[in-house]
């Protein structure tokens, strides 16, 4: 099951369904509860890698005029 949710989550992702994807992505950390990060792991932390990798690398701007690296600024779901 949990690579059916994966392979809805990669669509609703390349749609830009966020809302969607978000809702895929709490039903992937349901179903995992333990994170295996290694090669071939599990689909919750594959679906992280999706994300990371989609991540914006640089500096964040506030809207303040001042651009900063923050924690957690890559995250694309509130």
Partial sequence: ???????????????????A????????EAL??????????SALAEAYRDLAREAPAGPVDHGDGKAARRRGAGKRFH
């Fill in 21 to 28: 994807a978000e809702h895929l992505m709490r039903a992937l």
């Fill in 32 to 41: 995992c509860p333990c994170l295996d990060v290694a090669p071939g792991g």
């Fill in 1 to 19: 099951m949990e690579e059916l949710i994966l392979a809805a989550f990669r669509r609703a992702d390349a749609e830009g369904r966020r809302d």
